[in-house]
């Protein structure tokens, strides 16, 4: 989430990086099953800025109310000669719980298993290296208007946090797997919670891609490989069940207000991940 940081600073929006630094580890966490239990955060600068501070502390703040977890203590520190003015360091971690034998870890994933995907709120904090880069090409302002829609605000917006959902989830059906879609998109995340001689196939036309996506694509002039490689493309966390529990999960979804997408599901063949039209 570096340079989302870095774009952060520069149109002063510092609360959604404290949002997303929780989400991003909280995120991790759930995909093992465990409940985020509390979170530390450090924040190191050259001068403490209280304004500047203070919007990010809320940030991480309210994080921690979305997920559900106690923000246990952290630390700041003011170093004058390792940071430039009007720059800071950001980082955190979070730590859950889970008794052993409920860890999800893609272990049971068998063929015939199906996956679902949740959507993400945005861009979430992954692929601004690019974004950045497309952007000062094409001489588009981070706070332009683009199609009566807000480009800062678009870039901003916080990386959703799954804790609420995935904690009602786990609590009334079988998860076999979960893959927090980070940077890799879900080519690279999803294989992480595949066994050996397991491939996803995923109904690519089932993901309604946000337009943002589409619109970097268009103005960057990227491949669509390379697009779902590196961005979440509309899906921030994928959960595989079994066949036989397909409903259930469905169900669960929609008590939370939850519209789950189906993507695919799982086939005999070389690890990885294979898109249908």
């Not at 800025?49 to 309210?62: A, D, K, N, Q, Y």
């Not at 979430?124 to 800062?152: M, T």
């Not at 103005?219 to 595989?240: A, C, D, H, S, T």
Request: aromatic share 8%; hydrophobic share 45%.
């Amino acid at each position: 989430m570096g340079t989302k940081l870095k774009i952060a600073m520069e149109l002063g929006k510092h609360d959604t990086v404290g949002i997303d630094l929780v989400a991003m580890c909280v995120n991790d966490v759930l995909c093992c099953g465990a409940e985020p239990l509390f979170f530390l955060d450090y924040f190191a600068c050259g001068k403490l800025e209280e304004r500047v501070f203070e919007s990010v502390l809320s940030g991480i703040i309210e994080g921690c109310k979305q997920a559900q977890c106690t923000l246990l203590g952290g630390e700041t520190a003011e170093m004058p000669d390792m940071y430039p003015e009007g720059e800071y360091d950001l980082a955190g971690f979070a730590v859950g719980v889970v008794e052993e034998e409920n860890i999800i870890e893609g272990r049971n994933v068998t063929a015939g298993d199906v996956i679902f995907g949740i959507s993400s709120s945005g861009l979430h904090s992954n692929g601004f290296s690019l974004v950045r880069k497309v952007l000062k090409a094409n001489g588009i302002p981070f706070d332009a208007q683009l199609e009566g829609k807000d480009l800062a605000e678009e870039l901003l917006r916080p990386t959703r946090i799954y804790t609420p959902l995935v904690l009602s989830l786990l609590g009334g059906v079988g998860i076999k797997g979960i893959a927090h879609i980070t940077g890799g998109g879900i080519v690279e995340n999803l294989p992480r919670v595949l066994p050996q001689g397991l491939r996803a196939r995923i109904i690519k036309k089932n993901i309604g891609v946000p337009w943002i996506f589409r619109f970097l694509q268009k103005m960057g002039k990227i491949p669509e490989q390379e697009m779902w490689r590196v961005f979440n493309m509309g899906i921030g966390l994928v959960v595989i069940v079994a066949q036989k529990d397909e409903a259930r999960f469905v169900e669960l979804c929609d008590q939370k207000g939850e519209a789950p997408v189906f993507l695919g599901e799982i086939v005999q063949g070389e690890k990885g991940v294979e898109f249908l039209a």
